[in-house]
């Protein structure tokens, strides 16, 4: 009576990682004119640069100071104390008439951090290891050629890339932008995903459930992951446990850019989003692959056509192959799953470039005792800071139990060849990718 799965391919962990990475790259190959717009700076914190970035001068545009102190030369300072004429001030933005235009031999002038080192000085002492007397300076330090001094286009030199395409903007590239004068960014639009929760005895978040029915949570984690991702959610009705229904609400799915199903992946009789899938002559990557949580996950695409830039610079051409998850439904098997799987592609379709899963190690409080054959991704509470990291796991009911995972702050990797890991052992934690 149990429906028997479509062409089971259930793969090691990795190999599932490398499936959807190949897949991502072909995503990223296809996606050469991308559909782009232009975003103020100050806006576009986790947006994907799709115009490269680059110096329009050099960095920095002079030789810069970064101590306070005077700008001399080294050679002077041979001797010590060694007594220098003051010839000048240098302040941060000074204009280039007050600059000295040369600093002599038995010369000096302050300078503050971030002012322009005149020409002849080569070093700048700093103000702690120098005293002030009248018009002259006594240096009890010496100084190599170049101390205290970036060199100008040390940084980059006008022209230089300093961002590509593909990068996810955060912090240090918005500040790189605005420091050569981009404040506006072309970045490229966020793909639309799709996301069917499956299951008759799910409803609504805002309904009133009856005795044995379950509140609809997955929709709402993973749209908060969509968005993290980078991606816009867009949420479809809740789909029945039926054949023509489910169909249907898929059909409608794989006119996003992805389609993200949960739930109905499983064994069980009612489990039917492969065979649907399947009528719609979808191709499936894997079924499976051997983690906890999240095993049944399925990875396929369905549909094929035109490179992806043709759709989206909006060209009538056919709609491309839409890549699908099936998610197994369990609220922390779909959080886990999507994170490892469904995320390389939607950063892909985003025109992100490719990157490592985030962790970390962090050494065991508690021992862990495990089965062998699955790679396990296990709720846990991260505390501590650094060489003082520590882990638990958080204790829990399994893969169905949200309260867990809320309570916990990382995932405990356990390799699937290990049974027992003792306390005190430094593991692998992951982060989610935020
Ligand atoms: P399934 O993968 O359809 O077998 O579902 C596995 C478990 O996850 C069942 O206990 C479902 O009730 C539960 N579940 C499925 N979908 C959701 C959802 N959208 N929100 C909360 N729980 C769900
Ligand atoms: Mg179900």
């Known amino acids: 009576m149990f429906a028997p799965p479509v062409n089971s391919t259930v793969l090691s962990f990795e190999d599932a990682r490398r499936v959807v990475e190949d897949q991502a790259a072909l995503i990223r190959g296809s996606m050469a004119i991308g559909d782009t717009e232009s975003v103020d700076l100050l806006a576009t914190a986790g947006r994907v640069l799709y115009e490269p970035v680059a110096a329009d001068r050099d960095l920095p545009p002079f030789p810069r100071s970064t101590r306070d102190g005077y700008a001399v030369r080294s050679a002077d300072l041979v001797q010590l104390p060694a007594t220098l004429e003051v010839i000048g001030e240098i302040k941060a933005g000074e204009t280039v008439e007050k600059i000295p235009a040369n600093i002599g031999s038995g010369q000096t ?3 503050m951090t971030g002012a322009p080192v005149p020409d002849g000085a080569d070093a700048v002492v700093m103000v702690e290891n120098t005293s002030l007397d009248g018009r002259h300076v006594v240096v009890t330090r010496s100084v190599i050629p ?38 506006r960014l072309q970045v490229y639009k966020r ?13 609504d978040a805002s309904a009133t459930p009856g005795p044995t029915q379950i509140r609809n949570s997955n929709s709402y984690s993973l749209a908060s992951q969509i968005r993290h991702a980078g991606g816009e959610p867009v949420l479809l009705p809740i789909a029945p446990d039926e054949l023509q229904g489910l ?21 069980g009789r009612y489990d039917l989003v492969e065979q649907a899938l399947s009528e719609l002559h979808a191709e499936f990557f894997f079924t ?23 759709l989206r610079a909006g060209s009538s051409l056919e709609k491309p192959a839409t890549y699908f998850f099936g998610l197994p439904g369990n609220p922390v098997s779909t959080i886990v799953t999507f994170e490892l799987f469904a995320r390389p592609v939607l950063e892909a379709l985003a025109g992100q470039s490719p ?7 962090a050494r065991l409080k508690k021992e862990i005792r495990v089965k062998t054959g699955l790679k ?26 949200i309260a867990a995972i809320a309570r916990a702050n990382c995932y405990i990797v356990i390799p699937e060849d290990r049974n027992h890991i003792p306390a005190g052992e430094w593991v692998a934690v992951m982060k989610s990718n935020c």
């Open 109 to 111: 002038a302050a300078i």
């Open 146 to 183: 170049g101390e205290n001094i970036v060199a100008r286009g040390a940084e980059a030199r006008e022209g230089a890339p300093l961002l590509d395409r593909g990068l996810r903007l955060n912090e240090a590239g918005i500040a790189l932008a605005a420091s050569v004068g981009r404040i």
């Open 191 to 203: 793909p639309r995903v799709a996301v069917l929760t499956t299951g008759d005895e799910i409803v």
């Open 247 to 267: 169909r249907h609400l898929i059909e409608e799915g794989l006119k996003a850019d992805l389609l993200l199903i949960t739930g109905g992946v499983s064994m």
């Open 288 to 310: 499976g692959a051997k983690i906890q949580p999240g095993r049944p996950v399925v990875f396929g695409r369905c549909g094929a056509g035109a490179p992806f830039d043709k």
């Open 355 to 361: 990157r490592n899963l985030l962790f970390l190690h």
């Open 376 to 401: 396990r991704f296990l709720p846990a509470m991260l505390s501590g800071e650094f060489e003082r990291s520590e882990v638990e796991l958080v204790g829990w009911q399994g893969s169905g139990d």
